[in-house]
């Protein structure tokens, strides 16, 4: 965030209340669940490392709080569009090119990804429920341990043979309805071991 936050945070004026709600339930989840301690407008992480509650830039806020990145999607017209991230850890992608674009555009370098799969991928997102969290978990072979690794669609990263790669990345990946604004979150834990 210090040396990269242009390509690491985005925010719409539209997501504003929605990314807010997000810190806020973060927030919540983190001093209940995972031992944050919160002392007036700072709260102090497990590592020790404290930080200021600041909410007038809540992706920012939202990516020096915890290790997972968080795409905020909203449905604009009838598409789900990328409006807020945090992503400090992107896997072959750009925020910076993805950023205001619907779900299909922002899968464009995935063949597999066509308008079928577009039409039932919206109906997920269309159907979440609030307090009804999904999850599912990708696996890829790496030759680099980097979280960071921001790629544009057109420039696809090397594929290299499981027998062949360094590392094995792996993301688990969650979606959340928030319950005031209705925006969907997309949030990502990355994992990186050696293979």
Known sequence: IDTNKDKVSAISD????????????????????????KKFNRITRPDKVSIEID?????????????????????IDNEHVLTAAALCFPASWSLKEKFLKPL??????????DVIIAKRVQRLFDGLKINR??????????????????????????KPAPNKANYFRSERQTLV???????????????????
């Open 55 to 75: 909410l007038s830039e809540p992706m920012t806020f939202l990516g020096r709080l915890v290790q997972n990145d968080f795409c905020i999607l909203q449905k």
């Open 14 to 37: 539209e997501a504003q209340e929605a990314a807010v709600e997000l810190s806020k339930l973060t927030l919540g989840f983190c001093t209940s669940k995972l031992g944050y301690q």
């Open 104 to 113: 299909i555009d922002i899968h464009v370098p995935v063949k597999e990804y």
């Open 177 to 195: 309805k928030l319950p005031v604004s209705g925006a969907v979150i997309f949030g990502i834990h990355t994992f990186v071991v050696r293979a």
């Open 133 to 158: 969290p999904l999850w599912r978990f990708n696996a890829l072979y790496y030759e680099d341990p980097n979280l960071f690794q921001p790629r544009r669609a057109n420039q696809p990263r090397r």
